[in-house]
T-cell receptor
Framework: GESVGLHLPTLSVQEGDNSIINCAYS??????FIWYKQESGKGPQFIID?????DKRQGQRVTVLLNKTVKHLSLQIAATQPGDSAVYFC??????????FGAGTTVTVRA | KAGVTQTPRYLIKTRGQQVTLSCSPI?????VSWYQQTPGQGLQFLFE???????NKGNFPGRFSGRQFSNSRSEMNVSTLELGDSALYLC????????????FGQGTRLTVV
């Protein structure tokens, strides 16, 4: 079946270090991917997106990498801060235009 | 510009009852999608409305329904509530159909007892 999943459910990172959150997808027809951040008690917050005709996109302190060959997506956060502690979801927009979400990675930033 | 507004934020209902949740999208956005979030199943797509028409539907029973009004506001209804319907219901709005760059509201926390 088609699914979007994250490699690790939790990630602990030292403040100031870079974080890398990984996501694998299985639907080769997917052409649009989004990373969301969800803090406790809040709805998912849009971080960055990327289309399948790109392999890299940069935002403020974040970079998304897309490897279509191995169907892998990653989110890199530079100089991780305490405010980055949250659950991160990758989402895939497949041909049917439904957003499919992965299970999420909980990022904890250590002071 | 105001974000996506969902009301109410919290709701407690009894099994067998029905519930209506409301979502006001970002001004100018015409697409509204609904998602159910639970610890076990994660975020699951319910349905999407664009210009008052349901454009897409997830794999949920017919007890889950929705509608969209001419001002793009949307409501979601769940009838004959079951304990398993307890979840965070999230609404997302987009400027166009197809879930591109969707922005989420805070959600409605529904507890069925």
């Amino acid at each position: 079946g088609e699914s979007v999943g994250l490699h690790l459910p939790t990630l602990s990172v030292q403040e100031g270090d870079n974080s890398i959150i990984n996501c694998a997808y299985s639907n080769s027809a997917s052409d649009y991917f989004i990373w969301y951040k969800q803090e406790s008690g809040k709805g998912p917050q849009f971080i960055i997106d990327i289309r399948s005709n790109m392999d890299k996109r940069q935002g403020q302190r974040v970079t998304v990498l897309l490897n279509k060959t191995v169907k892998h997506l990653s989110l890199q956060i530079a100089a991780t801060q305490p405010g980055d502690s949250a659950v991160y979801f990758c989402a895939e927009n497949a041909r049917d235009y439904k957003l499919s979400f992965g299970a999420g990675t909980t990022v904890t930033v250590r002071a | 510009k105001a974000g996506v507004t969902q009301t109410p934020r919290y709701l407690i209902k009894t099994r067998g009852q029905q519930v209506t949740l409301s979502c006001s999208p970002i001004s100018g956005h015409r697409s509204v999608s609904w998602y159910q979030q639970t610890p076990g199943q994660g975020l699951q797509f319910l349905f999407e409305y664009f210009s008052e028409t349901q454009r897409n539907k997830g794999n949920f029973p017919g007890r889950f329904s929705g509608r969209q009004f001419s001002n793009s506001r949307s409501e979601m209804n769940v009838s004959t509530l079951e304990l398993g319907d307890s979840a965070l219901y999230l609404c997302a709005s987009s400027s166009s159909w197809g879930n591109t760059e969707a922005f989420f509201g805070q959600g409605t926390r529904l507890t069925v007892v």
